[in-house]
């Protein structure tokens, strides 16, 4: 019952499965000492019956006062104990889950983050765990449990009455038939929320995220009718889904609490024909109360145990995904980086085909080609962002895909056009290149990036907050921070994503002297987007279609007749000679 594929199916760790056989088990005791207090109790009324009936002589008060107090004390703990199995031990899982989650996605490949959006990856660390512990908690112990001992309880009441016991009990299989049957359109349902809910957090981000440009572009009102829509839409689904869910679980709940009606139509005929005593038939009714209690907490949670499917298989999407593994002990012989005959494809389609070149350990190389032939994917492969399934990247010699990322990083600088910064300091905000850096080193990388004089003009200096992601800086002070940052952590390779085009005049040349410093004697590889740099690069590889199309230096490349690079050069020029007048 509790093998590896309901392990899978409700995300459990080893330790979870076990809590949910201990809350099993003491739900199987509680339910089966509540109704051993329905024994007392029938007892009790029998010998009362017993003194109307045969006029014998009512026992002492002793005994049940005994077997109640037993009963309440017995009853007590149970309960404690079932209450520490279902709930004191689940939010310990909560914190295991949580913690293999993190730890998971830290060994991810790094790029595994760019393919699910974040919105999505909260939901899953937040969302999706908190669904399945309350279904930990409120669901998987009680249903089973309650199995075990209506099957117990079943099993002792057919052997006492199997005609009452039939009466009594029907109900309960044609109920988890019925429930049964409808799991596949109430799954699909919980699927289209899910997707629906999603949608509605994707939708806030954006909108957030992009708060600048609805503005500037006056589409505030396009933007919240697309997200008002979306969330009616969430609403739909959620009313639709929870209806459907309501219809088959109260038909459930009615069909099993039928079997009242039955019992006591089954229990009068059996009486009137005289084939049971009253006492059988009010013992029926007493037990009838208790035997489908510990079903109606379950059923009114099944919708969310079907919706903690959906949140499990997300969640163990991340758990089956392969991480990056690797070495600790990277030890290259210089960092030249090799790409050797290197094959790559996101999702199966594929991006980089055959891709041999080498970027030498004190030169420039540049990545050039029209938008979608592969310069980005080069230049993160390169740090092991994704793994290659065909071919070899070398860095001084040594097989990156051997090497722990983490291990691997250390060697890289990355300058790309997304910039990350954090709601913190711009002191901070460099520190983070090299972790436990001095503020004077700080400030002297700062310093080499052209930082310092946009730095001296905010109010509190270095120790002014930036705001969320940098928000109240201009673009050429977000990527000189990045500079800053790369150049505080002085790796021997720079990946840098040329993304000065966006830039004014003044800030560019900031920005190139800020470069020309960190690049100096490093491995480069730069995606290029300007003749300029382009022409300052020791080696160009052009791609093409996710293939090589030229390689050479600049002067080489040029002088070829009819070559790509040398007609995206001229194109460029005569880009260059336009203007407004
Ligand atoms: P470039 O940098 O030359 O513009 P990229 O390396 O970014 O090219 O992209 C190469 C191809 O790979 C493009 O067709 C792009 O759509 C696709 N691609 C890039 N990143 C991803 C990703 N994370 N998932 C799926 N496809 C991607």
Redesign the pocket.
């Known amino acids: 019952m509790f093998g590896k594929e309901f392990q899978r199916k409700y995300a459990l760790t080893d330790q979870g499965i076990k809590n949910t056989k201990s809350a099993t088990l003491w739900t199987v005791i509680t339910n089966l000492i509540v109704m051993g207090g329905m024994g007392i109790l029938y007892m009790l009324m029998d010998k009362y019956v017993a003194t109307l009936t045969d006029g014998a002589g009512l026992p002492g008060p002793w005994l049940f006062i005994l077997m109640v107090l037993g009963f309440v004390i017995l009853s007590l703990l149970t309960h404690l104990q079932q209450y520490r199995a279902t709930y004191g031990l689940v939010y310990g899982e909560v914190k295991n889950v949580r913690i293999s989650l993190a730890e998971r996605m830290r060994k991810l490949p790094l ?1 595994y983050f ?2 699910r959006d974040l919105a999505d990856l909260t939901e899953t660390i937040m969302g999706d765990v908190n669904r399945l512990e309350h279904v930990w908690s409120h669901c998987l112990g009680y249903l089973y449990g309650s199995f075990i001992s209506t099957a117990i309880v079943g099993v002792m009441l057919l052997a006492f009455d199997w005609r009452l016991a039939i009466a009594c009990l029907w109900g309960v299989p044609v109920a988890f038939i019925l429930l049964f049957g409808s799991r596949k359109i109430n799954k699909r349902n919980s699927e289209i929320t899910k997707e629906a809910g999603i949608a509605v957090s994707d939708g806030i981000q954006e909108t957030l995220e992009n708060i600048r440009e609805i503005r500037a572009t006056n589409q505030e009102e396009s933007f919240l009718k697309k997200l008002d829509d979306k969330i009616d839409y969430h609403e739909k689904t959620m009313l639709s889904g929870e209806l459907s869910c309501g219809i088959f679980v109260n038909a459930a709940s009615v069909i099993m609490r039928l079997g009242v009606a039955t019992t006591i139509l089954t229990g009068a005929s059996l009486i009137i024909s005289g084939k049971v005593e009253f006492m059988v038939l009010f013992m029926f009714l007493l037990v009838i109360t208790r035997v489908y209690a510990p079903f109606d907490q379950a059923l009114a949670l099944i919708a969310e145990m079907l919706m903690s499917q959906i949140s499990a298989s997300r969640l163990m999407e991340i758990h089956d995904t392969k991480t990056a593994e690797g070495t600790n002990v990277f030890r290259p012989q210089g960092h030249d980086i090799v790409f050797d005959d290197v094959s790559f494809a ?2 199966g389609e594929k ?1 980089l085909k055959h891709v041999s070149f080498m970027a030498k350990e004190g030169e420039v190389t540049a990545l050039v ?1 029209p ?7 080069c230049a993160r492969l390169s740090a092991r962002l994704w793994d290659i399934p065909e071919g070899r990247i070398k860095v001084g010699g040594v097989d990156i895909n051997t090497v722990d990322p983490e291990v691997l990083l250390t060697d890289y600088s990355m300058v790309f056009q997304d910039v990350v910064l954090f709601d913190d300091t711009v002191m901070e905000n460099i520190r983070l290149g090299k972790h436990g850096a001095t503020d004077e080193e700080v400030k002297a990388a700062a310093k080499a990036a052209n930082c310092d004089e946009f730095v001296e003009k905010l109010p509190q200096g270095y120790n002014t907050p930036i705001g969320e992601n940098g928000a109240k800086l201009s673009g050429g002070e977000r990527q000189r921070i990045s500079i800053a940052r790369a150049l505080l952590k002085n790796a021997p390779i720079v990946l840098l994503d040329e993304a000065t085009a966006s830039l004014d005049v003044e800030n560019e040349t900031k920005v190139q002297g800020a470069l020309s410093r960190l690049l100096s004697g490093k491995t480069v590889l730069v ?1 290029a987007h300007r003749m300029r740099t382009v022409e300052a690069a020791d080696k160009i590889v052009v ?1 093409k279609d996710g293939s090589i199309a030229e390689e050479g230096s600049p002067s080489e490349l040029m002088a070829k007749e009819k070559g790509i690079f040398k007609h995206m050069a001229e194109l460029q020029s005569e880009s260059a000679g336009w203007s407004i007048a």
């Open positions: 790029g760019g393919k996101y999702d991006v080609g938008s979608g032939s592969g310069k980005s994917t995606i791609l």
